[in-house]
C-alpha cells in the first residue's frame, strides 16, 4: 500500500532554463539525512520473547513504546494543512538515508507488518528513484563494539548484518552502520574484505586530509583536521596498508548536534535554513550536507519531529533546488577527489576512543556514580568468549565440517527457523550424519555462539550502572551460553565466571558487584523445561489447549489431559511434550496442577515414567480429590512427585498478567454492581451538586466513575457483537451518546482502554466496508453511522487514536476515488470506472473532512 504526497503537494518547478539532471551528473547541492534506527536486544535468552518492561508503561515494553511514537510514525507521516486536515501522507523512509537493527528489524516483522512492508517498500522505492541505490544501509548484526572484538568475531557481526539485509533489502549492501559508529584501521579491513563499500562516521574521526594524487599534482599536502575541521561536504577515501580502500562520509557534526540536543526541528523553514547555512558558496560543482542522528530522535525523544522532516524532505528542500539523496546514490555520480586518514580508534559517543566500553573513562556517568565495573566486565566476558571458543572448537569438529564456516552461515537458521531449513543447514555443514541427539548438540554449540556474541551488546556498558537492564540482559546472554555450552561438554565454568565478575563494582549497595548482580537478577530469571511444563500446566485450567501449542519458542503437544472440579478446588492431570524450536531438545512430563480458588496454585512436574505409572497417578489423584481436602490432595502431590512444586508466581509475566485479570473478574463484576448500586441510589444528590457547583463527595464521584465506565463497556461489548444488525448497532450507539451525555453533565472521568479500542477497530473495519464491499446504494446510511461512532468516542473523551483509519482513506482517495471518479484521464479527458454516483461521491468526500483528510478541492 503506497501513499502519494504528490497528489496533495507538489513543489514548484523552474523551466526556465535546461538544467543538468542532478541524478545523473553531480550539479548542485544534496541533502542526506541518514537516521540510525536501533533498539538493543531485549528478547529472555530462554522464551526468546520480550517480557513486559514496567517501565515502557502504558505499552508492554521499550519496543513497542518506541514503534509507536517513532517507527510508525515515519512510515505514515502526516503533512497537515494550517486548519490542520491531512493533506499528504509520507514514507519519511523513502526520502531517510536509514539502517535499522537486525534484531530491531526481526522485532517489526514479527509485532506489525504493515510498518514492516513500508520500510521495504521505501526503499525500493527509493533504488528506482535513485538510479538503483536504495536508503537502506546495513549495520553490524547486534551493535557491538567492533575495534574490541576479536577478528573472527568482526567478520561473523559484518556477514550476519549482510545476510540479514540481503534477506530483507533484496539485495546487497553498499554501506554499513558501525556500532556508535567504532572505527580502527583492523576494522576497515574487515569491511573491505566483506565487499562494504562506505561507512559514516563522525568528523572528530578524522585525522587529516588532503586531494588525492594525481599525474600532475603527486604529493598533495596534507591538512589536520583531529579537531572536528573535516569538511562534510565531500565524499573521501580512506586506503589501508595494501592499497585498498573504504570510502568514508564525515556527517555535518553542528547540524546533528542541533538535531539531537537543540530547536532545529520546531519547523521545517528552520530546519532548512540550519541546513542552508552549510552550504560552501565557493561555486564547486556539487556539494552534499550530510547529517547524521539517532533515527528515534523524529519521534520518540522529540515527539512530532517526523512531520518536520516529512514537510522538508517533500516541500522545503524541493523548492530551494535541492535533491534528496543517499550516500551510495552521490558515490555513483560524484566519486571521491580526496583522501583521509583516521584517528587510531575512535567513536561518536566517546572522546577517549573507545574506553566507554571498556573503561572508566567518565562518558556516560551520572552523580557520583563511577564506572569502575567496565573494566571487569569487559575482562570478564572475553574471558568467557576464549573459554567458549575451545568448548565449540572441540565439540564443533565432531560434527561440522568447519565449525566457523557454520556459524558465519548460521544467521541462515536464525532468520528461519523451519524444520526444513535447519535440516538443510546441518545437512549442508555435518562432517558425517548427525543422530537426533549429535543433531541438538549441534545446534546448543551454534547457540553457544549466538549467545556470545550477543553478550557484548554495546549497551551493556553505555551507561552507568552494571545492574541496569541493559547491563543485566548482556550478563542473561552470557549465562545461557554458559548453560549451553555445560549440557554439550559438561564444562563448568559459571563459578570462575562469577568469581572474575566480583571483580566489577556496583554503585548500588544491595547488590555490591557484578557477582551479585548475576545472582539476584540473572539466575533468578532463568528457564528450564520443568518451568515451562509449570507454566503449560497453570494456564491450562484457564486456556483451552490444543493438541499442537506454541509456548513461546517451545512446541508443546498434549499427549492427555483431564481435569476435574470439586467444590471450589480444581485439579488438572496430564502428559506434555515440549520441544525447543531452537536446539530441538525435548522433554515429556507428566503434570499435576489444583487450583485451590484465588490466587492458590499448586502445580507439580516430573519427567513421564510410563503409561502404567502415569495411570496410577491419575487414579490416585483423583481418588484424593473425591475427598474434597486439598490438603489430602496436596500431600498426594507431594508423595507422588516430590517436594518441588511451583504456584502462580511462576508463571512467565504475561500470562501471569492474565490470569490475575481472569481472578480478579468475579470481585470487579461485584463492585461493579455495587457502584452502580451506590450510583443510582445518590443521583439526584450527584445532581444537585453539580447543578450549585460545589465538590461532589470524593466517594460519590468514583462511584459515577466506576458506574458509567462499567456502562460504557458493557455497551462497547454488545456493539461489537451485534455489529452486522443495523437496527441494533444504531441502538448501542445512542446508548453510548446518552452515556456520554450523562457522564459530562457529572464531569466523570471513564477508564475504558478496551472500550476505545474496540471502537477504533470498528471505526476502521467499516470504513474498509465501505470503501471496497458495501452497496453504493446504502453508502449514505453506513457513512452515518461510521460518523456516529467517532462522534460518539470523541463525545466519551476516549482519545480514539484514527491514525490507521485516516491512511486507509487516503489511500483510497487518491489511488481509487480521485482517478476513477473525479480527475479525467488528461489525454482523452475520461473517467476511470466509477462506483459511486456523485450524490454518492458527496457523503463519502464528507466523511474525509470527518476524518481529518482534506478533501476541499473535490467538494
Known sequence: MTYLVE??????????????????????????????????????????????????????????????????????SRIFNPQGEVIGIVNNFEYLSFNIGPTLMSWLEDHDQE?????????????????????????????????????????????????????????????????????????????????????????????RCRPLPTETHCEPEWHGVGGGQIDPTRPYRCFIQDGRYIDIFFYDGPISGDIGFGDVLDTSANFAQRIAQAVKGDHRPSQMVSVGTDGETFGHHKEGKDRCIAYAFTVEFPQRGWTVTNYSHYLSICEPTWEVELKPVTAWSCMHGVDRWQDDCGCGGGGDWHQQWRRPLRDTLDWL??????????AGTKLFNDPWAARDEYIETILDRSVENVEEFLTRHQRHSLSPTEQIDALRLLEVQRHTLLMYTSCGWFFEEISRPEGTQILR?????????????????????????????????????????????????????????????????????????????????????????????????????????????????????????????????QPFKGRLAY??????????????SAAQTILTMGKLFGDQSFSLQHLFAEERQRIMQLLTAKTKKQLDQLYTQVYRDNYSILAAFQRDELPVPKELQVAADVALSHRCLTTVRLLKEEIEDLQKTDTRLGELEAIATEAN??????????????????????????????????????????????????????????????????????????????????????YGACRWTPSQLCPLLNLGQTLGIDVSAWL
Not at 514492516?116 to 528506482?128: G, N, T
Not at 573472527?152 to 559508529?181: H, S, V
Not at 568468549?385 to 572441540?394: A, F, M
Open 7 to 76: 497528489n496533495a503537494v507538489t513543489p514548484p518547478t523552474d523551466c526556465t532554463e535546461e538544467k543538468s539532471n542532478p541524478l545523473t551528473t553531480a550539479t548542485g547541492v544534496y541533502v542526506t539525512i541518514h537516521g540510525h534506527f536501533y533498539q538493543p536486544p531485549r528478547e529472555n535468552p530462554y522464551l526468546d520473547t520480550i517480557e513486559r518492561q514496567p517501565s515502557a508503561y502504558p505499552f508492554q515494553n521499550w519496543n513497542e513504546r518506541i514503534h509507536q511514537e517513532c517507527y510508525r510514525p515515519n512510515a505514515f
Open 115 to 207: 510498518t514492516y512492508k513500508r520500510i521495504l517498500e521505501a526503499d525500493r522505492q527509493s533504488c528506482q528513484r535513485l538510479n538503483g541505490h536504495g536508503n537502506a544501509i546495513a549495520q553490524v548484526y547486534n551493535h557491538i563494539i567492533l575495534p574490541l572484538a576479536n577478528q573472527r568475531d568482526k567478520y561473523t557481526q559484518i556477514r550476519w548484518g549482510k545476510a540479514d539485509f540481503r534477506r530483507r533489502f533484496g539485495r546487497n549492501p553498499e554501506g554499513m552502520w558501525l556500532a556508535e559508529t567504532a572505527v580502527d584501521y583492523p576494522t576497515l579491513e574487515t569491511l573491505i574484505d566483506e565487499d562494504i563499500r562506505f561507512i559514516i562516521l563522525a568528523p572528530s574521526q578524522a585525522e
Open 385 to 394: 568468549r576464549d573459554q567458549l571458543i575451545i568448548t565449540y572448537e572441540e
Open 477 to 605: 546472554y552470557a549465562a545461557r551460553a554458559l548453560e549451553l555450552a555445560g549440557e554439550v561438554s559438561g564444562v563448568n565454568l559459571e563459578g570462575e565466571f562469577i568469581s572474575r565478575l566480583a571483580e566489577a563494582p556496583s554503585n548500588v549497595k544491595s547488590y555490591k558487584d557484578g557477582g551479585q548482580v548475576y545472582h539476584q537478577l540473572v539466575v533468578s530469571a532463568q528457564v528450564n523445561f520443568e518451568q515451562v511444563a509449570a507454566h503449560y500446566a497453570i494456564s491450562s485450567l484457564f486456556t483451552q489447549y490444543s493438541t499442537e501449542q506454541q509456548v513461546y519458542c517451545y512446541a508443546a503437544t498434549q499427549l492427555d489431559y483431564q481435569k476435574q472440579s470439586m467444590g471450589n478446588l480444581t485439579l488438572a492431570v496430564g502428559q506434555v511434550r515440549l520441544t525447543s524450536e531452537i536446539t530441538w531438545e525435548s522433554h515429556h512430563f507428566t503434570f499435576a496442577v489444583l487450583h485451590l480458588g484465588g490466587w492458590d496454585f499448586h502445580c507439580c512436574i
Open 615 to 628: 495411570v496410577e497417578v491419575k487414579e490416585q489423584l483423583f481418588e484424593a480429590l473425591k475427598q474434597a
Open 745 to 830: 453533565h457529572l464531569r466523570c472521568t471513564l477508564d475504558v482502554p478496551e472500550a476505545k479500542i474496540t471502537l477504533e477497530t470498528l471505526i476502521f473495519q467499516s470504513l474498509s466496508h465501505i470503501l471496497k464491499d458495501a452497496d453504493p446504494n446504502q453508502i449514505e446510511e453506513e457513512i452515518k453511522r461510521l460518523v456516529q461512532m467517532v462522534e460518539v468516542g470523541n463525545q466519551l473523551n476516549l482519545g480514539l487514536s484514527l491514525d490507521k483509519v485516516q491512511e486507509l482513506y487516503y489511500c483510497h482517495l487518491y489511488e481509487e476515488i480521485v482517478p476513477q471518479c473525479l480527475d479525467p484521464n488528461p489525454e482523452n479527458g475520461e
